[in-house]
């Protein structure tokens, strides 16, 4: 983590806590709470895993029935594959939350992440929640980033205060997640908080255009988790109204939150399970959007391309073969470059002229790396963001219940 990501602003309107349930191990935050201040609008985006959470159905369906007042997040339990129970369990948390706070049940949105399957304990949250509302605090979002890990092993979390038509303006969230990652929608966990003035409708457009320009651009393994759930807040208690600024301020502050997103996203790639590499991968001039992220997804999850990455291999066949396989139509190889950050290794079909194994070798060795297909076939250009394979993350998901 660097110092920007240390330095995190609170937001007028947002205060959260973090406690220890007896969820994961004794002593370990594992009950996240965040209360959002009366008139907050609140987007998301949620997981396309048909066999979603029940806390991620409930937070559907009360975020669009009601003004939600606080987010009820727990780790070390996904109540995920429980059916009704599961659901009924989640609902009495949001009940007895409700009940604390002075608010409607359906003002609270539950999240769950951990392992799958098993009942949730409802009694332990429960007991939970009085501390957790007596140690709401605005300041406690690195709390709240420690409180939502699960094989994670840095917290995740990033900050921006700016200046914008005059009115200061922050921007800050968090997130979890390090494996179970491909989130087609969002990530693990995230929750992105600001102090502006933002319609519903408006905050829900932002939400998905950010997700998609980062949680929607990485991967470690392929899989799409159960949980997973994008959360952006707008408190209203700043001094900017995004509707009242011009359309080139407006530019201004989805660039600052995209950025915030984009940040977060990369840092799930960057403490992935077991991972020894941060890898971009770029699809360019390609006939559409699609088809460049059907490659750079179809690279970016190949085990052969990621152990290879891990082993420091310039094994450029294993790339060229994925290219060939990913089920692009009419594709002409003769017009495809694959390079290795600057190093050409692929031109007209075959191995580039310039190319050397030692050029390969001193890519391979690095701690971030750059894999780049130009297609000479369009104008789009995508990119995704993953990482290697290596011994560790067996092991990891292996022993994850042990």
Same mark, same amino acid.
């Given at each position: ?32 709470l965040f209360e959002l201040c009366e008139g907050a609008n609140v987007a998301g985006v949620y997981t396309k895993n048909v066999f979603c959470a029940a806390p991620v159905l409930l937070a559907r369906k009360h975020s669009t029935s009601h003004s939600p007042r606080y987010f009820l997040i727990n780790s070390g339990n996904a109540n995920a594959g ?44 429960? +007991? @939970? &929640? ?5 140690? #709401? ?5 690195? *709390? !709240? ?109 989805? +660039? @600052? &939150? ?5 940040? #977060? ?5 960057? *403490? !992935? ?130």
């Amino acid at each position: 983590m660097n110092e920007l990501e240390e330095k995190l602003y609170p937001v007028k309107g947002i205060r959260m806590s973090a406690v220890a349930a007896g969820l994961k191990k004794p002593g370990k935050a594992d009950v996240v709470l965040f209360e959002l201040c009366e008139g907050a609008n609140v987007a998301g985006v949620y997981t396309k895993n048909v066999f979603c959470a029940a806390p991620v159905l409930l937070a559907r369906k009360h975020s669009t029935s009601h003004s939600p007042r606080y987010f009820l997040i727990n780790s070390g339990n996904a109540n995920a594959g429980t059916g009704e129970a599961g659901i009924q369990a989640a609902l009495a948390c949001c009940t007895a939350l409700a009940k604390a706070g002075g608010v409607e049940t359906q003002q609270v949105l539950p999240f769950s992440t951990g392992v799958i399957g098993e009942a949730l304990r409802v009694d332990k949250i429960i +007991s @939970a &929640l009085a501390p957790a509302i007596a140690t #709401l605090d605005a300041d406690a979002w690195l *709390d !709240a980033a420690k409180g939502i890990m699960t094989t994670d092993t840095v917290h995740k979390a990033y900050s921006e205060m700016f200046f914008l038509a005059g009115k200061q303006v922050t921007i800050t969230g968090i997130t979890k997640g390090a494996g179970m990652i491909k989130p087609n929608m969002a990530t693990m966990l995230a929750y992105i908080c600001t102090d502006a003035v933002i319609s519903v409708n408006t905050l829900q457009e932002l939400c998905q255009e950010a997700a998609n320009l980062s949680f929607n651009r990485i991967t470690v393994d392929g899989d799409t988790s159960t949980n997973d759930c994008c959360m952006l807040v707008a408190s209203g208690q700043g001094d900017l109204v995004y509707s009242e600024i011009t359309k080139a301020e407006q530019l201004e502050f989805t +660039s @600052a &939150l995209n950025r915030v997103f984009v940040h #977060l996203a990369q840092a799930i790639i960057k *403490d !992935a399970e077991g991972a020894t590499k941060f890898v971009t991968i770029s699809v360019e001039e390609g006939l559409n959007s699609d088809e460049c992220l059907q490659l750079a997804y179809a690279i970016a999850e190949s085990p052969l391309v990621k152990t290879a990455l891990f082993a420091s291999d310039p094994n450029w066949g294993r790339i060229l073969a994925v290219v060939g396989r990913a089920g692009l139509a009419d594709l002409d190889i003769s017009k495809v470059g694959i390079y290795l950050d600057d190093v050409c290794i692929v031109e007209r079909g075959g191995r580039s002229a310039t190319y050397t194994e030692a050029m390969g070798k001193e890519v391979m060795k690095q701690s971030v790396i750059f894999i780049t297909v130009k297609l000479h076939r369009g104008d789009y250009s995508e990119k995704v963001w993953t990482c290697d394979l290596s011994y560790d993350y067996v092991k990891i998901n292996a022993e994850y219940r042990t």
